[in-house]
Nanobody
């Protein structure tokens, strides 16, 4: 079983920055891929970015490319998946979810393809 706990959401002004973190615990393997999804108010959940544990390759949605960066940090046995969000826009307002996929690379952009999910963290960007 894998547990994902997100943190770092909050309120930011347009043009500002926030950093989201997702602590990954439980049984994980190098084959895992991690991703961030978001669900804007009244809309479907959408893919934001993904990263592979094995080779740290990344893939970002066009809507966030150049503004958001996904990364992994490792501290002893703890893995944390980060999402650095710069140049925020009001349309980035959403609940952000961390997700884990047991097998596969970074080009999986559908939420049903992921096996574990965090509880979500709210991001609000004011204009």
């Amino acid at each position: 079983q894998v547990q994902l706990v997100e943190s770092g959401g909050g309120l930011a002004q347009a043009g500002g920055s926030l950093r989201l973190s997702c602590v990954v615990s439980g049984r994980t393997f190098s084959t895992y891929s991690m991703a961030w999804f978001r669900q804007p108010p009244g809309k479907e959940r959408e893919f934001v970015a993904a990263i592979s544990f094995s080779d740290v390759s990344t893939y970002h949605a066009d809507s966030v490319k150049g503004r958001f960066t996904i990364s992994i940090s490792r501290d002893n046995a703890k893995n944390t998946v980060n999402l650095q969000m710069n140049s925020l826009k009001p349309e980035d307002t959403a609940v952000y979810f961390c997700a884990a996929k047991i097998e596969g690379g970074v080009y999986y952009t559908n939420d049903y393809e992921y096996d574990y999910w965090g509880q979500g963290t709210q991001v609000i960007v004011s204009s």
